[in-house]
């Protein structure tokens, strides 16, 4: 058994923002707010933020002659400039981390053209990846044009499952939840919606309040009800300012009254039968409290993380530490704590009227790194009443700079967590082992295919009524190799065997079988085989 170690990467803190390798600081990093408004401005084409181009020119006399001596070696070096460039969130260069499409060097030798394609479309720093990969490509001698194009990976799950065919082109599903009603969550969670639009993602809203849906008094669009597609029968959602977004309130319904199974029912239908078409962040505002809503939601939804929002009172403490415990055995991430309604300027002073603490209490006791604080502020206030989102209505002020700030945050926890899913699990064929990195953890083991495939405990494995076990050692041979792996949200990964068997197996289970492999005894055999 061969356990590897690398270097501690923290599952929620992210590494140093530095981009070069080269040994000077690099130059200030600009905020997120002034890097969306430089850029974008409010709500651009999605076309346009995704794919941008950008030309450097040398002259002639400026450059040295060239020192390549065919197109292969130029594009060697361009790829070598180009790895200098580090992907902060990743930690890696981002040659290695794949972001480098199309790469084209003119006959002459002095022309380059590549695509950069980033994780998504709303990258707090993609104007800084753009520089400097004019930069360094330019820096080669025998440059004298360089053409960069920007884009963005084509929006998709890692969830390996069959999803619903309403969310299967939806990138990340962010929860704002609270667990507890009054605080703020639907103004956070529409907010938060528009930043990302205004970071040039495509954005959806889903509106999960049933008996008292928020929507409808927070957002001004044209169309007020939810039509239906009459050929793929699909709910079509309305749209405000460039997000899509789907409440029970635009059901012409109202609010409803009706029992929890049918709520969930209805969840369900207004969820999955939604033509959301491409999202990149789809961002559901959760009912209070941690009942059937939210388990059909965690169930049906493959959630990317959920953002916590509470306020400086103890009681608010209180509800919304369950709902992070029900997101942590949901293996859910928390990525951010908004606390709202914090404090207010007067006098040149500035006053706690609730107290403090709350929202630092939930970081510390649960391990949540990101906490932003937003003020009692009437304009905030105000804009949940007029139907224009306070970020839009200002999107210079302080509290859309707070907002730009979470959704920077969101975007990058979001692209770690993704990035961590994806490779979590992989199969080695040089050394025909299982390589498993479990996303919070530090540590790397490796696992023999057969040895997980015969410790599989589903029911066609176990018989689940005797826990008889149908598979027997024999059965499976020992050099047995997965076909397939692939993410099952954050908690597991489905396995295809040769045989044509599909096997889930969780990350928790893994962990028990390698510490069974390490130091195998009636205990562990009996904790692995009752998991």
């Given at each position: 058994?061969?356990?590897?170690?690398?270097?501690?990467?923290?599952?929620?803190?992210?590494?140093?923002?530095?981009?070069?390798?080269?040994?000077?600081?690099?130059?200030?990093?600009?905020?997120?707010?002034?890097?969306?408004?430089?850029?974008?401005?409010?709500?651009?084409?999605?076309?346009?933020?995704?794919?941008?181009?950008?030309?450097?020119?040398?002259?002639?006399?400026?450059?040295?002659?060239?020192?390549?001596?065919?197109?292969?070696?130029?594009?060697?070096?361009?790829?070598?400039?180009?790895?200098?460039?580090?992907?902060?969130?990743?930690?890696?260069?981002?040659?290695?981390?794949?972001?480098?499409?199309?790469?084209?060097?003119?006959?002459?030798?002095?022309?380059?053209?590549?695509?950069?394609?980033?994780?998504?479309?709303?990258?707090?720093?993609?104007?800084?990846?753009?520089?400097?990969?004019?930069?360094?490509?330019?820096?080669?001698?025998?440059?004298?044009?360089?053409?960069?194009?920007?884009?963005?990976?084509?929006?998709?799950?890692?969830?390996?499952?069959?999803?619903?065919?309403?969310?299967?082109?939806?990138?990340?599903?962010?929860?704002?939840?609270?667990?507890?009603?009054?605080?703020?969550?639907?103004?956070?969670?529409?907010?938060?919606?528009?930043?990302?639009?205004?970071?040039?993602?495509?954005?959806?809203?889903?509106?999960?309040?049933?008996?008292?849906?928020?929507?409808?008094?927070?957002?001004?669009?044209?169309?007020?009800?939810?039509?239906?597609?009459?050929?793929?029968?699909?709910?079509?959602?309305?749209?405000?300012?460039?997000?899509?977004?789907?409440?029970?309130?635009?059901?012409?319904?109202?609010?409803?009254?009706?029992?929890?199974?049918?709520?969930?029912?209805?969840?369900?239908?207004?969820?999955?039968?939604?033509?959301?078409?491409?999202?990149?962040?789809?961002?559901?505002?959760?009912?209070?409290?941690?009942?059937?809503?939210?388990?059909?939601?965690?169930?049906?939804?493959?959630?990317?993380?959920?953002?916590?929002?509470?306020?400086?009172?103890?009681?608010?403490?209180?509800?919304?530490?369950?709902?992070?415990?029900?997101?942590?055995?949901?293996?859910?991430?928390?990525?951010?704590?908004?606390?709202?309604?914090?404090?207010?300027?007067?006098?040149?002073?500035?006053?706690?009227?609730?107290?403090?603490?709350?929202?630092?209490?939930?970081?510390?006791?649960?391990?949540?790194?990101h906490l932003f604080d937003l003020p009692i502020r009437p304009t905030l206030s105000a804009s949940g009443d007029t139907g224009i989102p306070e970020v839009v209505a200002d999107p210079q002020g302080d509290v859309a700079n707070t907002f730009q700030n979470l959704g920077a945050c969101v975007v990058q926890?979001?692209?770690?967590?993704?990035?961590?899913?994806?490779t979590a699990v992989s199969y080695d064929r040089s050394i025909k082992a299982i390589r498993v990195k479990v996303p919070d953890s530090d540590e790397e083991f490796l696992l023999h295919p057969a040895t997980v495939r015969r410790n599989d405990r589903s029911a066609q494995s176990v018989d689940e009524w005797?826990?008889?076990?149908?598979?027997?050692?024999?059965?499976?041979?020992?050099d047995i190799e997965p076909e397939e792996i692939r993410p099952m949200g954050n908690y597991a990964v489905s396995i295809t065997w040769p045989d044509g068997f599909s096997q889930i197996a969780p990350y928790d289970q893994l962990e028990m079988l390698e510490r069974l492999v390490e130091a195998p005894s009636?205990?562990?055999?009996?904790?692995?085989?009752?998991?």
């Amino acid at each position: 058994m061969q356990t590897l170690r690398p270097a501690p990467a923290s599952f929620l803190v992210p590494p140093a923002p530095q981009l070069l390798r080269t040994a000077p600081p690099p130059a200030p990093r600009a905020n997120a707010a002034a890097l969306a408004a430089a850029s974008h401005g409010w709500f651009p084409s999605p076309h346009r933020a995704c794919r941008r181009r950008r030309r450097v020119t040398r002259s002639a006399s400026s450059g040295a002659s060239a020192t390549v001596a065919s197109v292969d070696d130029a594009k060697k070096d361009v790829l070598i400039a180009l790895s200098q460039i580090i992907d902060p969130d990743f930690g890696t260069d981002i040659v290695s981390c794949g972001f480098i499409k199309d790469l084209e060097v003119s006959e002459a030798l002095e022309e380059v053209s590549f695509r950069l394609e980033l994780t998504t479309p709303a990258c707090p720093i993609k104007d800084e990846f753009e520089q400097k990969a004019n930069e360094v490509v330019a820096a080669l001698p025998w440059v004298k044009k360089v053409d960069v194009t920007m884009s963005a990976q084509p929006a998709q799950p890692v969830y390996g499952g069959e999803l619903p065919e309403g969310l299967q082109k939806i990138s990340n599903i962010i929860a704002v939840s609270s667990c507890k009603g009054g605080v703020g969550k639907s103004t956070v969670a529409v907010n938060l919606a528009y930043t990302l639009a205004g970071m040039g993602a495509r954005v959806g809203i889903f509106d999960a309040d049933v008996f008292g849906p928020s929507l409808p008094t927070m957002v001004s669009p044209e169309n007020r009800l939810l039509v239906m597609n009459p050929e793929s029968k699909y709910i079509l959602p309305t749209e405000y300012l460039g997000v899509k977004m789907v409440s029970f309130g635009f059901a012409g319904q109202g609010r409803a009254i009706m029992r929890g199974p049918m709520v969930s029912g209805v969840i369900n239908q207004l969820l999955t039968t939604t033509d959301w078409g491409e999202l990149d962040y789809l961002v559901i505002d959760m009912p209070p409290g941690t009942g059937d809503i939210h388990l059909t939601l965690c169930q049906v939804a493959p959630l990317t993380a959920a953002v916590i929002v509470t306020t400086p009172q103890k009681l608010a403490f209180i509800d919304v530490a369950k709902g992070v415990r029900m997101f942590s055995k949901l293996k859910v991430p928390c990525v951010a704590v908004v606390e709202n309604m914090c404090y207010f300027d007067a006098d040149g002073k500035r006053y706690y009227p609730f107290g403090q603490g709350s929202g630092t209490q939930v970081v510390q006791q649960f391990g949540i790194p990101h906490l932003f604080d937003l003020p009692i502020r009437p304009t905030l206030s105000a804009s949940g009443d007029t139907g224009i989102p306070e970020v839009v209505a200002d999107p210079q002020g302080d509290v859309a700079n707070t907002f730009q700030n979470l959704g920077a945050c969101v975007v990058q926890q979001c692209a770690k967590i993704r990035q961590q899913v994806s490779t979590a699990v992989s199969y080695d064929r040089s050394i025909k082992a299982i390589r498993v990195k479990v996303p919070d953890s530090d540590e790397e083991f490796l696992l023999h295919p057969a040895t997980v495939r015969r410790n599989d405990r589903s029911a066609q494995s176990v018989d689940e009524w005797t826990g008889e076990q149908k598979v027997q050692y024999s059965d499976i041979p020992d050099d047995i190799e997965p076909e397939e792996i692939r993410p099952m949200g954050n908690y597991a990964v489905s396995i295809t065997w040769p045989d044509g068997f599909s096997q889930i197996a969780p990350y928790d289970q893994l962990e028990m079988l390698e510490r069974l492999v390490e130091a195998p005894s009636p205990a562990a055999a009996s904790a692995v085989a009752s998991s």
